[in-house]
């Protein structure tokens, strides 16, 4: 099955921002997805994602990816698309799209995309970093402001 470009950036968003409204069939296609994408792959399309992401002219200069690099992620995350669509969950895939549309695709790729991730921000390493956000936070602001909405101050 062959993606649009629009198709594509429909799964990178639904993988980004999470599923939407999912049926029982697009449930099913979600957990084939899941069950059948080893550690490996959901690596590849971690990958994939901050390759693409790290394009955009915001974060550009943070991101030491070769043009090589990306044509090789991408090639990567495509085959594994084809793979999980075609082969792995090919029965759940048909009957989501007969009973529920096109928008399977987004929403079972956004499901694995956010196990993917899960992955990823539970590495101690990654941890380390977004808890290092609490560093520099006035903590006496955020207790005034707790106590201004009645509720216990953070620690």
Known sequence: MKLSALGIAAIVSGIVAGPAYA?????DFSKCLVA??????RAILVQWI???VSAGPTVRELAKITPQQRTELT???SSLFSRLMT??????LVTALKYEG???IETGFGVLGQ???RDLMTQPEVQQQLNALNNNQDKDAFAAIAKEAGIAPPK
């Open 50 to 52: 901050f390759s693409a």
């Open 75 to 77: 090639t990567q995350a």
């Open 115 to 117: 196990v993917a991730m």
């Open 23 to 27: 049926g029982p069939y697009t449930d």
């Open 87 to 92: 082969q792995s969950c090919r029965a759940p």
């Open 102 to 104: 096109t928008s399977v």
């Open 36 to 41: 059948q994408a080893t550690p490996q792959d």
